[in-house]
């Protein structure tokens, strides 16, 4: 059921890669509730992602850009105000990898030409595509920005690595620029922790299978999938949430505030035993 939470509004959604992404449910909602926007990706991701498809379903247009580079970003602004008629509403940064965890590279171990590529990818292009906004006047008062980020950029969770870094890096950005953006023009910037969700690049993160069951175990609500996560997203790119900024809220069922579950206990206390009777 569609409730017009965004309609008339223009965005920009970076990330889509195919339908198992979260970025591609929140532009499918985006698009039920009413808004028109542009679709940005990495060449390669377009030619080996659906975004094309996603595209076609949203009547959108899709703009290549590594959105590390100032001046692909600038020709993503640009063209998205021109394809839209006008300054965007809202803008999403669902963008992360790295390529220690690819290799397999542990944290104490890592290769620091990779780790600098995981912080410009994952953080700092957040900053770029801020700043590049900025410059432009490409954003309506009143506007919403949210980057995806996870619970790992405040707690260590095993084998997310220099992942962790780029999260904290990110959520840092968004306070900081928060402030400049709403003293000046009224938008709103936040970031969003999901609960582990198994996306295409999620499913990189060594024992995701272990993490997902762990956390939906923890969690008082569960889980929080991917079309729930949109659900969130459209509701923070709507007017409802005008005044929500420079904050890192929460989508995980309630785990970010948990110590141990009944659940998880459980399964904890059958583990023991069984190691218990085999000695």
């Not at 963008?95 to 953080?123: C, E, F, H, P």
Request: net charge neutral.
């Amino acid at each position: 059921m569609a409730y017009n939470l965004l309609k008339g509004k223009k965005g920009i959604i970076f990330g889509a890669l195919d339908n198992k992404s979260i970025a591609w449910h929140i532009a499918e909602l985006a698009r039920e509730e009413g808004a028109t926007f542009t679709l940005s990706n990495t060449l390669s991701a377009q030619r080996f992602g659906q975004i094309d498809e996603l595209a076609e379903k949203c009547d959108s247009l899709v703009i290549p850009a590594d959105a590390t580079s100032i001046k692909d970003l600038n020709e993503v602004f640009s063209k998205s105000m021109e394809f839209l008629g006008g300054k965007v509403d809202f803008v999403l940064h669902s963008i992360g990898m790295s390529l220690n965890v690819r290799k397999k590279r542990v944290y104490n171990d890592v290769d620091y030409d990779y780790y600098r590529k995981t912080l410009d990818i994952s953080a700092v292009s957040f900053h770029k595509m801020l700043q590049v906004a900025n410059k432009l006047d490409a954003i309506n008062e009143w506007g919403s920005i949210i980057a995806l980020s996870y619970i790992a950029a405040q707690r260590t969770l095993y084998a997310y690595n220099d992942m962790a870094d780029a999260k904290s890096l990110l959520e840092s950005i968004a306070r900081s620029f928060g402030y400049i953006y709403g003293r000046d023009k009224k938008i709103r910037i936040n970031t969003i922790s999901q609960s582990p969700t198994l996306t295409t690049a999620g499913s990189g993160v060594k024992a995701m299978g272990g993490l997902m069951d762990f956390t939906d175990r923890m969690s008082p609500l569960g889980n929080a999938d991917a079309a729930e996560c949109a659900n969130f997203c459209i509701s923070m790119f709507s007017d409802l949430s005008r005044k929500i900024t420079m904050q890192n809220l929460y989508h995980d069922g309630g785990f970010s505030s948990m110590g141990m579950s009944q659940k998880a206990m459980s399964m904890y206390n059958k583990s023991f035993n069984s190691e218990s009777q085999e000695g």
